[in-house]
């Protein structure tokens, strides 16, 4: 064999080693606790028989869940536009979930399961729309196609709020019952991550994922 095809062979070997190492890369996870330390705004809802229950303090779990996501996704996420479906109903004059975490291209469907009229709306700039008024069983739907976050609310109802949060990436999660959050697959590599909370946002935290391994990062909102 010549030095020439030595050479060529050497140097095949040196990609085909390189390309296998790239291939074997896996992802790993980022995951942590989200604690808040700051007064959360009180349930700006009319008293109703559901106080008398277990809604008011759905209401007020559902307010402490925060939305952790990555600031900088890896390249190729952005490419991501087709989203499924989500639901955010219309219960005893509040809106549930009080905050819903979406990928961009995700149609939102808004059902009235209260009997009286609602009106869903918004003049956010990624999404402003105007659903008028419809009645009990009804419901209608809007597509997200920017990213960006959306205040919704009921034109009847003023104590009616709510947030959508529209990625165009799916490296994010909602915190449980307890704060906690885990986003997987996400490739090695650097990012800023955020954590927020009722339009309250953490400063960008730089955490490095390693190759197929998990990351611990907590935050405190004040």
Request: glycine share 8%.
């Amino acid at each position: 064999m010549t030095r020439a095809l030595l050479a060529l062979a050497a140097l095949a070997s040196v990609i085909v080693a390189t390309s296998s190492q790239g291939a074997g890369a896996a992802n790993g996870s980022i995951r942590g606790r989200v604690e808040l330390r700051r007064p959360l705004a009180g349930i700006e809802r009319r008293p109703g028989v559901a106080d008398l229950g277990a809604q008011a303090a759905r209401d007020l779990t559902d307010r402490l869940r925060s939305v952790v996501y990555l600031d900088t996704a890896p390249r190729g996420a952005f490419d991501q536009n087709e989203g499924g479906r989500a639901i955010m109903d219309q219960r005893n004059e509040t809106f549930v979930p009080h905050v819903l975490a979406i990928t961009t291209g995700t149609t939102v469907e808004f059902p009235n399961s209260d009997r009286i009229y609602h009106n869903v709306f918004s003049l956010s700039k990624p999404r402003t729309f105007d659903l008028g008024r419809y009645a009990v069983g009804r419901s209608k739907s809007v597509r997200f196609d920017r990213p960006g976050i959306v205040r919704v609310f009921c034109d009847i109802h003023s104590h009616m709020s709510a947030f959508i949060l529209v990625f165009n990436h799916p490296f994010f999660d909602m915190t449980d019952g307890e704060g906690r959050y885990r986003i997987d697959n996400v490739p090695p590599g650097t990012y800023n991550v955020v954590a927020w909370n009722e339009g309250v946002a953490s400063e960008p935290r730089a955490v490095t994922v390693p190759d197929g391994a998990t990351t611990e990062l907590d935050f405190s909102l004040r």
